[in-house]
């Protein structure tokens, strides 16, 4: 019975010493300092070891996956010895489906193929390597004032600018993520019929879409189906349509309630 008990305590020292053993192996410093040594880049590269909020994957590909040296020319010595092993977007589009980049509408710095305008390829502080915290990204190129009045959307601080916009193609006009009334009326469903505008007798309620925006609207002269000698002026078929942004900033206003102007009637009627 003491033997047993005795050689019980033995195997599990030995056990003991054996998991002790084969972990200090592998948290060994010099064993993570080798696998970053693999990478001949790192010796000089110093500031790619530093860690970051998000790195990109393809990092761990190593950097002669988008780099190549230049036979005859020496590194660092020598201009233009480092080249990418291509442009962008192809060096992207290597590892990321093109096809989600193509679209009716495509953001100008995307159509141009312009990726590390917006992304780090290596590392960012950012999320999704972006180049700086949204929304100040978008306001690189984009004029900040716009966005910046006295009455901000409260959706701006509350999602940002991709809850509405995708960043890089969209079906839909202004890079948006669905029409102009369905991205509205995602939050605000209770806006979506008009009757918040004003009360009208008998249940009616105000147009909000469907129609054009008179402030906007263009005339066209078409001949007169009656009188075929002569014009009629038309409104133009591809004239702004009556939408929530008639009556509401999308962003920022100077005014109350998002209203492009004071007296927001005004903008179409007499009154
Ligand atoms: C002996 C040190 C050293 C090594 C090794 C080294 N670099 Fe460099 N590299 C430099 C220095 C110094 C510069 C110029 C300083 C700067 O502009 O940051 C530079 C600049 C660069 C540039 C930007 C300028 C250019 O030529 O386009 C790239 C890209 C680059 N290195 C990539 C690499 C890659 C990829 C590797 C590994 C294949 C590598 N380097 C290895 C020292 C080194
Ligand atoms: C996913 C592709 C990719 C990988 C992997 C990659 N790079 Fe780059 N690197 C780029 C691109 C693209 C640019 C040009 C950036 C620009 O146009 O602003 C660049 C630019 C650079 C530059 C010059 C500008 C800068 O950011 O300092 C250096 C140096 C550099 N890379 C070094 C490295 C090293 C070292 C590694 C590996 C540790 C590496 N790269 C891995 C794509 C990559
Ligand atoms: C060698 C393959 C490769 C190349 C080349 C490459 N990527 Fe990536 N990238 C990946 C992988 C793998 C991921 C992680 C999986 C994913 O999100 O698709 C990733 C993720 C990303 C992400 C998301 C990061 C996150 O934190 O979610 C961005 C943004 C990105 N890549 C941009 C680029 C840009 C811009 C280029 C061109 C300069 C590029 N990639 C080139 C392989 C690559
Ligand atoms: C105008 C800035 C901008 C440009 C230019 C841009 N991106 Fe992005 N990208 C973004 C933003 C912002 C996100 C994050 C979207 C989100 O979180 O909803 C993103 C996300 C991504 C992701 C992560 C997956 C996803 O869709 O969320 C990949 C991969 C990516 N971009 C690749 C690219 C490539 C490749 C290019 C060039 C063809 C490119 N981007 C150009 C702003 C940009
Ligand atoms: C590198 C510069 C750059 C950055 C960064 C950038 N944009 Fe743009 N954007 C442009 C240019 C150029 C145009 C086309 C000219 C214009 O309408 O001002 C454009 C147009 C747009 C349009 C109108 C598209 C259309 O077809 O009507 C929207 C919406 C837009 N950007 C949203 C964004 C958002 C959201 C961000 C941040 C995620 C952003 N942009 C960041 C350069 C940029
Ligand atoms: C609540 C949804 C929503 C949010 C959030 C939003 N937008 Fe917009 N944005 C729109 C709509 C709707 C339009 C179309 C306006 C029109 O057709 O008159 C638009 C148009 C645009 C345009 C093109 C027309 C113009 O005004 O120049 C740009 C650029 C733009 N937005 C950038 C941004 C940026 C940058 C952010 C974040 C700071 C942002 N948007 C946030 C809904 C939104
Ligand atoms: C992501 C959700 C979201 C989307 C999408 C959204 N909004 Fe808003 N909106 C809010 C929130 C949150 C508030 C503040 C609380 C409230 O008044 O309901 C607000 C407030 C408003 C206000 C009142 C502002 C004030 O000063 O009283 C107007 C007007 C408005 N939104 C119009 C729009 C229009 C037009 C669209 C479509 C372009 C839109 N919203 C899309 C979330 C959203
Ligand atoms: C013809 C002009 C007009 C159109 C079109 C319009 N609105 Fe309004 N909206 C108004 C007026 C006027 C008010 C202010 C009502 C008040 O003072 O109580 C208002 C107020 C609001 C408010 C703030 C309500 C509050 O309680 O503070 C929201 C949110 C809003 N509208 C959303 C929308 C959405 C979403 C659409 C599109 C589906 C839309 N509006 C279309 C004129 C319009
Ligand atoms: C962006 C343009 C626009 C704005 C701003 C606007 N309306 Fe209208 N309104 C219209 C259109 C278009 C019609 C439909 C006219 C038609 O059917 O011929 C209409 C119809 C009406 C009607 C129904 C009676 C009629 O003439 O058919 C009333 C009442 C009305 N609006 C009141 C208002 C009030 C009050 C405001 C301010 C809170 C306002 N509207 C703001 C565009 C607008």
Same mark, same amino acid.
């Given at each position: ?55 990109h994957a393809a990092?761990?590909m190593?950097?002669?996956t988008c ?17 990418l092993t291509s442009n962008t977007p192809d060096l992207c589009y290597n590892c990321h489906d093109q096809s989600k980049f193509k679209g009716?509408?495509i953001?100008?710095p995307v159509a141009g193929g312009m990726c590390t305008?917006?992304h780090?390829p290596?590392?960012? *502080? ?16 984009? *004029? ?24 890089h193609v ?91 102007? *004071? ?9």
């Amino acid at each position: 019975m003491r033997i047993k008990y005795l050689s019980v305590i033995k195997f599990l020292s030995i056990l003991t010493f054996l998991l002790l053993a084969s972990w200090l192996l592998t948290s060994d410093p010099c064993a993570q300092e080798k696998s970053a040594q693999e990478s001949p880049c790192l010796t000089c590269h110093l500031d790619f070891k530093k860690p970051a909020k998000s790195v990109h994957a393809a990092m761990g590909m190593g950097c002669e996956t988008c780099h190549m040296k230049v036979q005859g020319k020496e590194h660092p010595q020598d201009k233009g010895s480092v080249v990418l092993t291509s442009n962008t977007p192809d060096l992207c589009y290597n590892c990321h489906d093109q096809s989600k980049f193509k679209g009716n509408v495509i953001h100008a710095p995307v159509a141009g193929g312009m990726c590390t305008s917006c992304h780090n390829p290596h590392k960012s *502080d950012s999320e999704k390597l972006l180049v700086s915290n949204m929304p100040e990204l978008c306001y690189m190129c984009h *004029d900040k004032a716009k966005f910046t009045k006295k009455n901000v959307h409260a959706a701006i601080p509350a999602v940002g600018c991709t809850m509405c916009h995708s960043p890089h193609v969209s079906p839909n006009k202004s890079l948006l993520s669905g029409t102009i009334y369905d991205v509205c009326k995602s939050c605000h469903v209770n806006k979506a019929t008009g009757a918040h505008i004003v009360a009208l007798p008998g249940g009616k309620t105000h147009p909000i879409r469907g129609m054009p925006d008179p402030s906007t609207v263009k005339w066209i002269k078409v001949p007169d189906p009656k009188r075929p000698d002569r014009e009629i002026e038309v409104p133009d078929p591809k004239s702004p349509e009556l939408t929530c942004v008639s009556c509401h900033d999308p962003h920022s206003s100077d005014f109350r309630k998002l209203f492009p102007q *004071d007296r927001i009637c005004k903008k179409c009627h007499k009154y």
